[in-house]
């Protein structure tokens, strides 16, 4: 191979990650600490061009038995690319005072396969950048636990639905299938 054939591969090499930055949404941005983990989730690697729900969610919820059914759409989906984020959240009062705790609901309680991070803020000047996306893109800060935005594959909310929107609700589901039918 010659200099000048080896200088595309030479300039991959050197701006491909920032290339791959650049096609990020700004909603990906971001890394957060896995659940009952040391590994870190990148949003970007992890989610870009893929539809996905996010959800934050607690422990000691009377909204926690949602677990199951997100769960369930998650697997209903999966196989078209569809990923859920659950963010484990204190700031309405009712998550775990530990992670193992946390991760035993989740994981042993309600067998939940889906991405998980550690617990994190979603409201207030304390939002993780991830939630001060969502809440800039949809004018909606969570007003409790297991708040729900639906993302696109461009990484734009295209909606948003309260506690008490169940996963299995048509709305929701006609959601998620909007934002498994966008282009990436």
Same mark, same amino acid.
């Given at each position: 191979?010659? %200099?000048?054939?080896?200088?595309?591969?030479?300039?991959?090499?050197?701006?491909?990650?920032?290339?791959?930055?650049?096609?990020?949404?700004?909603?990906?941005?971001?890394?957060?600490?896995?659940?009952?983990?040391?590994? @870190?989730?990148?949003?970007?690697?992890?989610?870009?061009?893929?539809?996905?729900?996010?959800?934050?969610?607690?422990?000691?919820?009377?909204?926690?038995?949602?677990?199951?059914?997100?769960?369930?759409?998650?697997?209903?989906?999966?196989?078209?690319?569809?990923?859920?984020?659950?963010?484990?959240?204190?700031?309405?009062?009712? !998550?775990?005072? @530990?992670?193992?705790?946390?991760?035993?609901?989740?994981?042993?309680?309600?067998?939940?396969?889906?991405?998980?991070?550690?617990?994190?803020?979603?409201?207030?000047? !304390?939002?993780?950048?991830?939630?001060? !996306?969502?809440?800039?893109?949809?004018?909606?800060?969570?007003?409790?636990?297991?708040?729900?935005?639906?993302?696109?594959?461009?990484?734009?909310?295209?909606?948003?639905?309260?506690?008490?929107?169940?996963?299995?609700?048509?709305?929701?589901?006609?959601?998620?299938?909007? %934002?498994?039918?966008?282009?990436?």
């Amino acid at each position: 191979m010659n %200099a000048l054939s080896a200088l595309p591969l030479t300039l991959l090499a050197l701006f491909g990650g920032q290339a791959l930055a650049a096609e990020c949404p700004a909603l990906l941005l971001h890394e957060l600490p896995q659940l009952r983990s040391k590994a @870190t989730i990148d949003l970007c690697q992890r989610f870009a061009g893929k539809p996905l729900l996010i959800v934050n969610t607690a422990s000691h919820c009377g909204f926690t038995p949602q677990f199951k059914g997100l769960e369930a759409l998650y697997k209903r989906y999966k196989g078209q690319g569809f990923e859920v984020l659950g963010v484990p959240s204190d700031d309405f009062r009712q !998550e775990a005072a @530990t992670t193992e705790e946390t991760a035993k609901v989740c994981y042993v309680n309600y067998g939940v396969t889906f991405a998980m991070t550690q617990p994190q803020h979603v409201t207030g000047d !304390e939002a993780t950048p991830l939630y001060k !996306e969502l809440i800039a893109q949809s004018g909606q800060t969570p007003r409790w636990n297991f708040y729900k935005y639906v993302v696109d594959r461009q990484g734009k909310v295209i909606a948003h639905f309260s506690s008490l929107t169940k996963p299995d609700d048509p709305d929701l589901l006609k959601a998620v299938e909007q %934002a498994l039918a966008s282009r990436p």
